[in-house]
């Protein structure tokens, strides 16, 4: 009897489940107008999860969401993630106003959020559960301007802004203040829509107050298209753009014209130095074929953040996670150093590359 009680029980134990998978939420723009940034960085959450497929010693079960690069869509995936698919945590999104759609949804739901790229500072501005793993645009900004007139001796500077981001009007108004302030003058604004494919009018209104340097803080398909058109008129200006150029479809779409462009962005891979950075780097080119970008890189970042301060809170509490989130201090990440400042915005570097013979190449780290 002893024996068979034994063997009933050891049946019994087989029968039971397994530890439940840790859900982590992902709404990215995997179709749409920024579908290439939502990709790469589906790309570096999935190649850190294979690096850490486990928290809290239970495997770790993401459900992603396409935003199809759209606000509506994005505030409606972030509400199935935390309603039907009862997710720990969120990593989104990747535009600032689709981010923006989304994180007081999950702020609501006290389920903490990480943006890897949306640099909006009001993405969490004044938040208990909303975080980025990404610098924050008013430090982009300043930063740029830094650049622009200490670097490129730029002192007239036109600004060439799509108006219907909040991203890329924030990113402007920023390093208008700062290229002011240190003695510069922005002596022409211009102003586009997503999508428009004719800069004519734009480029001539520029053309005729004669900047040093265009500041076009726009994602990548509006600034190749940019830098085709000013070559199609015989105009040199150099551009110095944003993080959001940051894409490989920069230099398909805008081929050689796109050289000698500039941006800030948040990672160049001779910055992955830590062994964190040197194991994603070398796991994501192995399966990709092909070099690390910013946006993969912060994608894994987010991932390895999230997955710390879940296993430092001891459960899937919201609170708790957010409490460990907060008190991020010299993570030793893919990026670099990270210390989760003021309004969860990261403490971190800015790095500024410039295209040269259709390669991203790395000029620079301003440190803030």
Known sequence: MKRLNLIIIFWLL???PAGAAVKLGVYLPMTGSAAAMGQMVWEGVQTAQTLQPQILNQPVELVLLDTRSDRIEAANAVSRLIEKDKVAAIIGEVISSDTLAG?????RAGIPSISPTATNPLVTQGRVFAFRACFVDDLQGKVAARFAFDNLKARKA?????QAQDYCVGLANYFAQEFKRRGGDIVATSYIQ???QDFSAQISALKSNHPDLIYAPNYYAE???LAKQLQDQGLKTPILTGDGAQVPELLSIGGEAVNGTYFTAHFHRQGATSELGRKFMEAYEKTYKKQLDAFAALGGESYFLLAAAINQAGDLNGAKIAQALAGTKD?????GSLTMGPDHNPIKGVTVIKVDQGQFAYQTTINP
Not at 158 to 162: H, N, P, Q, S
Not at 331 to 335: E, H, L, P, Q, R
Request: charged share 15%; proline share 4%.
């Open 14 to 16: 087989l029968a039971l």
């Open 103 to 107: 994180v007081p949804i999950a702020e």
């Open 158 to 162: 036109a600004l060439f802004v799509d």
């Open 194 to 196: 997503t999508g428009d």
């Open 223 to 225: 600034d190749a298209l």
């Open 331 to 335: 993570f030793a990440g893919i990026t």
